[in-house]
């Protein structure tokens, strides 16, 4: 099964900038839909941005025209570039990919966290 793994956060001021990585180990994401999700303390998780096999992506309204999600050339990496940063975008953020079989079900990495001062 493929392996993922979130890098990228870090504690910056409102308005600021950060890109999530979302790595691969094993084998490329191409084949998945792959999607970013948030969790802040004491709040369930958060549909954060999605992004399909052809490239099409989709977002909340909380972070569109903000946030982009994007795959890398290799296909081995998935990138969630966040600006213009505020305060409730605190959360850990984890990165999930969606594997079609018998059932359809989600690998999600260990997350990565992204604290916001005001």
């Excluded at 709040?43 to 099409?56: D, M, R, T």
């Excluded at 309204?61 to 570039?81: E, H, M, P, W």
Aim: glycine share 10%; charged share 15%.
């Amino acid at each position: 099964q493929v392996q993922l793994v979130e890098s990228g956060g870090g504690l910056v001021q409102a308005g600021d900038s950060l890109r999530l990585s979302c790595t691969a180990s094993g084998r490329t994401l191409s084949t998945y839909v792959m999607r970013w999700f948030r969790q802040a303390p004491g709040k369930e998780h958060e549909f954060v941005a999605a992004i399909n096999q052809s490239g099409g992506s989709t977002y909340s309204d909380s972070v569109k025209g903000r946030f982009t999600i994007a795959r890398d050339n290799a296909q081995t990496t998935v990138y969630l570039q966040m600006n213009s940063l505020k305060p409730e975008d605190t959360a850990v953020y984890y990165c999930a990919a969606e594997i079609r079989g018998f059932r359809t079900y989600n690998i999600w990495g260990q997350g990565t966290q992204v604290t916001v001062s005001s």
